[in-house]
């Protein structure tokens, strides 16, 4: 197997494994072995042979916990993987790269605005923030002030709450915003 497919392969697997703890599940020492379940649904099935061949489930457990993502713990002599604190956030930056908007193709004649006032202190949030914005389709007008055309609210909320910038951000739907169809 070449390196970047190797590569490919327990990115998979982490992720696969982080996303699947992040669910809630508790997972035991039958599913290091085969006939994983809900793990296998996260992990495309090739890659899941390869990872089985290679002994890659338990090195990336390994690796998860040395990173402090992960822990284990023994219970009624079966070895439970738990998600830490770290892992969560690891989870919310897979979700955050995943993140998209719904074109139902028609407009509803609202235009939603996003305005940021990050401090400095938050500049990292701050310009992860804009950049995701403009991911997601939304125009710039001003360096803190952008605006879409489709329903964005829950998505808004979630960057907000995962990047700890909740006071700093607003969501406006707007009616009649006549400079802007001249704009975009």
């Given at each position: 197997?070449?390196?970047?497919?190797?590569?490919?392969?327990?990115?998979?697997?982490?992720?696969?494994?982080?996303?699947?703890?992040?669910?809630?599940?508790?997972?035991?020492?039958?599913?290091?072995?085969?006939?994983?379940?809900?793990?296998?649904?996260?992990?495309?099935?090739?890659?899941?042979?390869?990872?089985?061949?290679?002994?890659?489930?338990?090195?990336?457990?390994?690796?998860?916990?040395?990173?402090?993502?992960?822990?284990?713990?023994?219970?009624?002599?079966?070895v439970q993987l738990t998600l830490e604190e770290k892992g969560r956030k690891r989870i919310l930056q897979y979700k955050?790269?995943?993140?998209?908007?719904?074109?139902?193709?028609?407009?509803?004649?609202?235009?939603?605005?996003?305005?940021?006032?990050?401090?400095?202190?938050?500049?990292?949030?701050?310009?992860?923030?804009?950049?995701?914005?403009?991911?997601?389709?939304?125009?710039?007008?001003?360096?803190?002030?952008?605006?879409?055309?489709?329903?964005?609210?829950?998505?808004?909320?979630?960057?907000?709450?995962?990047?700890?910038?909740?006071?700093?951000?607003?969501?406006?739907?707007?009616?009649?915003?006549?400079?802007?169809?001249?704009?975009?």
């Amino acid at each position: 197997m070449s390196r970047k497919r190797e590569g490919a392969v327990i990115a998979g697997l982490t992720k696969a494994l982080l996303l699947t703890l992040g669910t809630g599940v508790v997972i035991g020492t039958a599913l290091v072995f085969p006939g994983i379940g809900l793990l296998y649904k996260e992990f495309k099935k090739q890659q899941w042979e390869d990872a089985k061949k290679r002994g890659a489930l338990r090195s990336t457990i390994k690796r998860l916990e040395k990173q402090k993502l992960i822990s284990w713990k023994e219970k009624d002599g079966e070895v439970q993987l738990t998600l830490e604190e770290k892992g969560r956030k690891r989870i919310l930056q897979y979700k955050m790269d995943t993140l998209t908007l719904k074109n139902t193709g028609k407009w509803d004649g609202f235009w939603r605005v996003v305005i940021f006032d990050i401090p400095e202190d938050s500049r990292n949030a701050r310009e992860f923030l804009r950049e995701k914005l403009k991911d997601l389709g939304f125009k710039q007008l001003q360096k803190s002030v952008f605006v879409i055309r489709l329903e964005c609210k829950d998505e808004i909320d979630f960057l907000r709450h995962s990047l700890e910038i909740s006071p700093y951000v607003s969501y406006i739907l707007a009616k009649d915003v006549s400079s802007l169809e001249k704009q975009l």
